[in-house]
């Protein structure tokens, strides 16, 4: 049974970092493209980032130059490090791994807030 869990929200000021971490398992096929989503309250879920196997990203323009995604492939990881924070970037951030299929995390809040 495939896993995918997010890890690493939680309550930062303005300005400030995070790094968010989604580890899978149970994939027996090889992992594709890893990436990461969120959803803010009321609003549509939109792609930030995302990464392939290759190790090519490419970023949302409203998180690029702030965010940056990584992977280790032996562990079936992908990071997310989010610095320069800002109060939009509130929401519930989902991991997505796809490897012969699309496979979700059940999400991490992220809350930027004073």
């Known amino acids: 049974q495939v896993h995918v869990v997010e890890s690493g929200g939680g309550l930062v000021q303005p300005g400030g970092s995070l790094k968010l971490s989604c580890a899978a398992s149970g994939i027996i096929f090889s992992i594709d493209t890893m990436g990461w989503y969120r959803q803010a309250p009321g609003k549509q879920r939109e792609w930030v980032a995302r990464?392939?196997?290759?190790?090519?990203?490419n970023y949302a323009d409203s998180v690029k130059g702030r965010f940056t995604i990584s992977r280790v492939n032996a562990k079936m990881t992908v990071y997310l490090q989010m610095n320069s924070l800002k109060a939009e970037d509130t929401a519930v951030y989902y991991c997505?791994?796809?490897?012969?299929?699309?496979?979700w995390g059940q999400g991490t809040q992220v809350t930027v807030s004073s």
């Open positions: 990464i392939t196997s290759g190790g090519s990203t």
């Open positions: 997505k791994v796809s490897a012969m299929g699309e496979y």
